[in-house]
Structure formats: structure tokens, C-alpha cells
């Protein structure tokens, strides 16, 4: 089994950054690709943000040019690096390894 734990989450303003990390532990055979899906109340868990383990990247549309995500393979460690936060960012973050593999979940408010 692997557990996915997050942290970096909280109050910023409008224009703000704030900075998430994955830390994933347990029985990890193999860590391909690492995403960030974000969910609002009543709407649907969307992603964010995709690497693989060689490097490349994805993002969401609405976040592009604004989010970056990394990965520290040695720490099974993935981060999500976002600026120029606005109110329509505000969301529960969470953490995906395929295929079943999920975070808590974090909560990030951007403020207007």
C-alpha cells in the first residue's frame, strides 16, 4: 500500500504563491507519472497538473504559465509550485499516483 501525504496549503491573497509537496512512502514497486487534481464542493476532482518520470510536463489550461510541478525522484517527492494565485484557484488539492494512490487532500484559499 502507498500513502501520499501533502502539505504547503493555506490563506494567501490574490497575487500570492504558495508551494505543495507530495511525499509518497510504502510499497512503491515504481513511480511513473505524478498529478495534481484540485476539487471545489460540488464539482468534479479536474487536473492540474501531470510529470512523468522523466520530466515532462502538463498542465490544465487555467493554470499554465502560473503552476509549475517538480518532482524529487530520490524522495519520491512531487511539488506544485504556484504563482499569481487567483480566487478561482481556491480548491482542495490533492495528490494522485496511479493508479489508485491518492492524497488527503490540502486546502488552498486565495483571497481577493
Known amino acids: 500500500q502507498v500513502q501520499l501525504v501533502e502539505s504547503g496549503g493555506g490563506l494567501v491573497q490574490a497575487g500570492g504563491s504558495l508551494r505543495l509537496s507530495c511525499a509518497a512512502s510504502g510499497r512503491i514497486r515504481s513511480i511513473n507519472a505524478m498529478l495534481w487534481f484540485r476539487q471545489v464542493p460540488g464539482k468534479q476532482r479536474d487536473m492540474v497538473a501531470l510529470i512523468t518520470s522523466a520530466g515532462s510536463t502538463n498542465y490544465a489550461d487555467s493554470v499554465k504559465g502560473r503552476f509549475t510541478i517538480s518532482r524529487d525522484n530520490s524522495k519520491n517527492t512531487v511539488f506544485l509550485q504556484m504563482d499569481n494565485l487567483k480566487p478561482e484557484d481556491t480548491a482542495v488539492y490533492y495528490c494522485?499516483?496511479?493508479?489508485?494512490?491518492w492524497g488527503q487532500g490540502t486546502q488552498v484559499t486565495v483571497s481577493s
Open positions: 494522485h499516483l496511479p493508479p489508485n494512490s
